[in-house]
């Protein structure tokens, strides 16, 4: 299998690490460590130096109650480390749901379209949709994520019943309606979206059955990164929940990242790039060994 985007076909028979680089002052993650830009290029450089194969570059948080950024500031944050982002010869992703933000970055040469709303934001009203922005390039890649609600009130009322019927449901329409309007299907990436309006159980659920999502025919992006149901399990209290800092995920973390691959993920979403590197490592040796 392979991921086709707008400079790149990725080569998916080994899993792919996708390092994340969050370019806002309000990252539930990193606390806006890489806010400048600077800082946020400088992290870039560094992700690859760790041995990520692509970049997910960012300039609006999407943590539960975040507000929302205006469009001429998140182009502010993130084109400058796109222009740098895409001379380092590797797939750059842009975390974005806003089809003016998309345009500039495909104009830029941005391989990937990485949107939490699965292109169904309809809040450009002036402008095109995501949708058409997409089907429109002639092919850059596309994650179509699965999120119950908005940012503001996905963690109110989280999702009910039987949450991998419904998620697999919704990727599945989601990605038919992209096809009919002309994108190829090696374009499409899929991702169940955990934490994105799902409870503690719910987000493991998707974890334990990831592979009934593979029938549908697309790579898994996963994006387990330092997630708070992984301190909701490994923490004996809801103050120390709340408390765990960004070293303390890393563990949890990786071992999420591993998992999901186990289960069938193409690529993993992550912070911490080295020591997901590392254990892949360990992994595909035990396969290539068996």
């Known amino acids: 299998m392979y991921w086709q985007t707008s400079r790149f076909q990725i080569d998916l028979s080994r899993p792919k690490v996708m390092g994340i680089v969050n370019v806002t002052p309000d990252s539930f993650s990193d606390g806006g460590q890489y806010a400048s830009r600077d800082a946020a290029i400088a992290h870039c450089d560094q ?10 570059i960012g300039g609006e948080s999407s943590r539960p109650g975040a507000p929302v950024v205006h469009v001429d500031e998140e182009l502010a944050r993130v084109l400058p480390v796109l222009r740098h982002a895409v001379t380092l010869g590797v797939p750059v992703s842009l975390d974005t749901y806003k089809p003016a933000v998309m345009q500039a970055a495909l104009d830029l040469g941005v391989d990937i379209i990485n949107d939490i709303w699965a292109l169904r934001w309809q809040g450009d009203v002036d402008g095109k949709t995501g949708t058409q922005v ?12 699965h999120m119950h609600r908005e940012p503001q009130t996905m963690q109110v009322n989280p999702m009910d019943g039987d949450v991998v019927a419904q998620v697999k449901a919704f990727l599945s329409a989601l990605a038919v309606q992209i096809e009919g309007l002309g994108v190829d299907s090696k374009r499409i990436s899929i991702d169940p979206g955990i934490g994105f309006g799902k409870t503690v159980q719910q987000n493991f659920a998707l974890l334990a059955r990831q592979s009934e999502f593979l029938p549908l025919g697309f790579p898994i992006l996963a994006g387990w990164s330092r997630k708070s149901s992984l301190a909701a399990v490994t923490q004996t209290s809801l103050a120390a929940v709340a408390s765990m800092d960004a070293q ?6 990786v071992v999420a990242a591993l998992l999901a691959v186990q289960n069938g993920a193409s690529i993993v979403r992550v912070h911490d790039v080295k020591q997901t590197v590392q254990a892949l490592k360990v992994f595909t040796a035990m396969q290539l060994a068996d």
Do not use: Q, T
Request: charged share 20%; aromatic share 0%.
């Open 47 to 56: 992700l690859l130096k760790d041995g990520a194969d692509l970049l997910d």
């Open 134 to 145: 997409v089907s429109m390039h002639p092919s850059c890649g596309i994650c179509l994520m």
């Open 248 to 253: 303390e995920r890393m563990v949890p973390s």
